[in-house]
């Protein structure tokens, strides 16, 4: 079947396939980290501690992973993230008592870099596959291939937290471990060979951006992704447990099902910011939806310190069209970043850019941790209000070109 497609089809399914395989392993890990040290007594700042070499090495990864990914092609650099996330696995398959912080921190900073490189490959492969004059077609490929991944991580968000309840830790990290390692194996096979390798080898000084649009763009997304992880990463997962009571079932099926319904809104994004109209977004664009997104965490805050209303009718509520806007945002930055970055060595643009990304996220998880342990949820979500309130407002520097396809 597949040999019938063309051949740029057939690339795309493989690199989305990759990436979907990934996410999997990566949400359901996240969660397992989550409810277990928390199981074992660990405090909201420790457990947000666990992550930091994750979300570092994430920035690290992006900023040379773009230039790695020019010289060697996204075929090897998307290999080379699928073989480490098995190393990251089954370094937490060791006996309890070698499961300490600094051994977990380390197999997380493994995890970190095996993320970022299978995500920067796979977002700048769909450059690479559609031709510059097709802005509505890479805008939908970028949608469906940003919307799906986010999907499984929800699905993975729930597998990590049945998983646990059914296998144990040490058990449930060594079969996704497994079924992971077959999927490297299939994506050594069927890759393609130099995919995404620059006709002119970039210097190494060069993974800084020149781009004015996508200096700003990477500001803005830095904040819209701490904005998210404030709150969601780990002071959510640990309220839901310590305030609602919830088991770990239910905190990683609400979690699972709110990131699918997210990644589903983002598959739709295109539809809901004009592709209908035959129109791409630009800057203006942005700029409307951050700000549309900006009062919710501080409405939510509010609701929470109210006794109108029951807190969980208030963070439930809120948290699913927190989604559905968020979704919107993060899938139109996606489309832009793709725009923005040259065909000939694209992964150092988007290396560049995801760089922000995933120091938006440390900078969120450090605070999702410490803010919450000190002050409570309702402090995390004004932090996050704010956050996204300066993403919209730097994305109005942000060109405003948007083309009739």
């Known amino acids: 079947m597949l040999s019938k497609l063309a051949p740029e089809i057939r690339q795309y399914l493989l690199v989305t396939g990759n990436y979907w395989a ?20 660990y405090s909201p700042l420790e457990i947000a501690l666990l992550f930091v070499f994750y979300e570092f090495f994430g920035v690290v990864t992006n900023l040379v992973g773009g230039w790695l990914g020019a010289h060697l092609g996204l075929n090897r650099t998307m290999n080379i993230g699928l073989g480490l996330q098995v190393v990251a696995l089954l370094m937490l398959t060791v006996p309890a008592t070698m499961l300490t912080v600094p051994w ?80 490297w194996l299939a994506s050594l096979a069927l890759l393609k060979k130099d995919l995404g390798k620059a006709k002119s080898k970039p210097k190494f000084r060069e993974i800084w951006s020149k781009s004015r649009a996508i200096n700003v763009l990477s500001a803005a997304r830095l904040f819209l992704f701490g904005a998210r992880d404030v709150w969601f990463v780990v002071a959510l997962p640990v309220y839901l447990t310590s305030q609602f009571g919830w088991d770990f079932w239910q905190v990683g099926g609400f979690l699972a099902l709110w990131v699918i319904g997210y990644g589903i809104v983002q598959s739709f994004a295109p539809y809901l910011t004009g592709k209908r109209r035959g129109q791409v977004p630009d800057g203006r664009a942005a700029f409307g939806w951050a700000l549309s997104l900006a009062w919710l965490p501080a409405a939510i805050a509010m609701g929470l310190g109210t006794t109108e209303v029951s807190a969980q009718t208030v963070l439930i509520g809120g948290l699913l069209l927190f989604g559905a806007l968020f979704a919107v945002n993060s899938s139109l930055h996606s489309y832009l970043i793709v725009s923005y ?65």
């Open 104 to 183: 977990v921190m380390a197999a997380q900073a493994l995890s970190g870099i095996a993320k970022d490189l299978n995500k920067m490959s796979a977002k700048s492969s769909i450059k690479l596959l559609v031709t510059d004059g097709q802005q509505g077609t890479l805008y939908k490929w970028v949608a469906v291939l940003t919307g799906s991944k986010n999907a499984l991580k929800g699905v993975g968000f729930f597998l990590g937290g049945a998983l646990l309840a059914w296998l144990g830790f040490t058990g449930a990290v060594l079969a996704m471990a497994a079924v992971l390692a077959v999927i």
């Open 341 to 405: 970055a040259k065909e000939d060595g694209v992964s150092l643009d988007v290396g560049f850019y995801y760089m922000s990304n995933a120091l938006g996220r440390l900078i969120g998880t450090l605070l999702s941790g410490w803010v919450f342990q000190a002050y409570g949820l309702e402090a995390c979500l004004w932090v996050s209000s704010t956050f996204v309130l300066l993403a919209a407002l730097i994305s109005v520097a942000l060109p405003r070109h948007a083309e009739t396809t």
């Open 22 to 41: 990934f996410t999997l392993t990566d949400g359901a890990l996240r969660m397992l980290v989550v409810l277990h040290f928390h199981e074992l007594g």
